[in-house]
């Protein structure tokens, strides 16, 4: 049969769990808290304490999904066989940084934390899956939140590189692909997820985001260098939330805002790849009355630059530069990102737009302003699924939305752009990190829990199970 697909013959197939969504154990092996063991469940208190973490050391919820999660902690082996039966070439997943070290400050590692991790890659190893790890994925302990006020305090970079250090030492010869921060860009929004800190706590809540983001910055850099120095064939990544923004209108407004709009994530990606702030940092800086602080050797640790970029992708949004349209206009939920409505394009049962050209959009766009390897880290589609009474769940709308996104994906490939590879999000139901609950499901493999964490915990494939594992072996090129 002639081959119609682009991927190539060592492309990186799999899927992406995080340790805060997928591990639960939350203090088992010594571990200390991150932000997410202090969000409920429920929508409106989740987002409510997710932009007033005061909240969350004061109040008292019935539930907090992140205690269990899946019970990965203890599930991991169970769970590893069942992806290597997909064929999986890789697995993302994160290290929770309070694992290894429980209040973030902290000289010494915890040994059993890195004792969990060992065995958690050596079961990967096994089946010939790489590991594709994230350095930092909504886990900043929660120590350094209350002590430090989180990444806002330079300190953190120093807690930062001594767990890099640690890390990359431990898993040497074992880990090869590293990314440092998931989406990075999630500061501008969600900062207590992204960098531990209150917004609220300042006088000026965008200088406070944008210090955070220097010390990330630094922090990523030095991971670079330091994870090169140990190991030199390590790749090492930074991860972006993308999704290209389409204007509204051809207004030049709407063009220049939907222009603004994607600079807020390439701001940090421009400084990952190229090693240097961008020109157009200066007046945005000024304008928005911000003084960064920056160390004189700041420079030229940021020339440390990433070898990949990692990025999710999960829609596009369609935004205005115009006031009127703002403020009227019906608008929809995103990763991240709200969007006004596309009329073009349908959307998921919570409401983010499905647009899988816009995934080869986004692509070409990250592959021509960077011409470095990207990695798709994160794709999927969050939906309800239905059990039959034989025990079957045909998640056939899955695999709808992925087919056509690896479709889209192959495209971008034949346009010229160099991929590494595609990781699905949460290929194993896992929780969810915006709402908080179980019923918004990504995976090929169901895990019977609910919202509550009530249930069997009990693993079960799905149709998609088969649909991917095909896939997989067939390098992409029967869907
Ligand atoms: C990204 C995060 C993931 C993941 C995903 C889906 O922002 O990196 O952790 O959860 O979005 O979002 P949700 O779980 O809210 O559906």
Request: aromatic share 14%; charged share 25%; glycine share 8%.
């Amino acid at each position: 049969m002639n081959k119609t697909k682009s991927f190539p013959e060592n492309f990186l197939w799999g899927g992406a769990i995080a340790a805060n969504q997928y591990e639960g154990g939350y203090k088992e092996g010594g571990r200390g808290l991150g932000p997410v063991d202090f969000l409920p469940n429920k929508d409106e208190d989740r987002v409510h304490v997710m932009y007033n973490p005061h909240l969350a050391m004061s109040q008292t919820f019935d539930y907090y999904p992140s205690h269990k999660a899946i019970d990965g902690y203890h599930y991991f082996k169970e769970d590893i066989a069942l992806f290597a039966e997909m064929g999986f070439k890789c697995l993302r997943l994160s290290i929770s940084w309070p694992r290894i070290f429980p209040q973030g400050d902290e000289k010494e590692p915890n040994e059993a934390g890195l004792k969990f991790y060992d065995d958690l890659f050596d079961e990967c190893l096994k089946y010939d899956i790489e590991p594709v790890v994230t350095l930092n994925h909504f886990d900043t302990p929660i120590y350094l939140y209350e002590k430090y006020d989180g990444w806002t305090n330079r300190s953190v970079i120093d807690f930062f590189t001594n767990y890099a250090t640690v890390v990359f030492n431990r898993y040497k010869g074992k880990v090869k692909y590293w990314l440092t921060f998931n989406e990075i860009n999630i500061l501008q929004v969600l900062p207590f997820l992204g960098g531990s800190f209150d917004q609220n706590k300042f006088e000026n809540p965008t200088q406070a985001k944008y210090q955070a983001a220097h010390h990330q910055l630094v922090a990523s850099a030095l991971a670079t260098k330091i994870g090169r120095e140990v190991d030199s064939n390590n790749m090492i990544g930074c991860m972006l939330a993308a999704g290209e923004s389409y204007p509204n209108t051809c207004n030049p407004d709407d063009i220049w805002e939907a222009k603004m709009m994607d600079r807020e994530g390439f701001f940090f990606i421009d400084v990952q790849v190229r090693g240097h702030y961008p020109s157009y940092s200066k007046r945005f800086f000024e304008e928005h009355n911000l003084t960064i602080h920056q160390e004189p050797e700041d420079a030229d640790i940021l020339k440390n630059t990433v070898d990949f970029i990692g990025f999710s992708y999960y829609s596009t949004k369609v935004v205005s530069g115009d006031e009127k349209v703002l403020s009227s206009a019906e608008k929809t939920d995103g990763n991240i990102f709200s969007s006004l409505e596309n009329p073009y394009l349908p959307k998921s049962q919570w409401g983010w737009i499905i647009d899988p050209k816009g995934l080869r959009i986004t692509m070409n766009t990250l592959y021509d302003r960077y011409q470095i390897p990207l990695f798709v880290v994160e794709n999927g589609l969050g939906a309800v699924d239905k059990i039959e009474d034989n025990g079957d769940i045909i998640d056939d709308y899955r695999i709808d939305y992925l087919r056509e996104h690896i479709l889209a994906m192959d495209e971008a490939i034949k346009d010229g752009v160099d991929v590494l590879g595609y990781t699905t999000w949460g290929c194993i139901d896992i929780i969810s990190a915006g709402t908080g609950q179980m019923s918004k499901r990504y995976g090929f493999i169901y895990v019977d829990v609910d919202d509550w964490g009530k249930g069997t915990f009990k693993r079960s494939k799905k149709k998609s199970f088969t649909w991917y594992k095909e896939l997989i072996a067939s390098n992409g090129d029967i869907m």
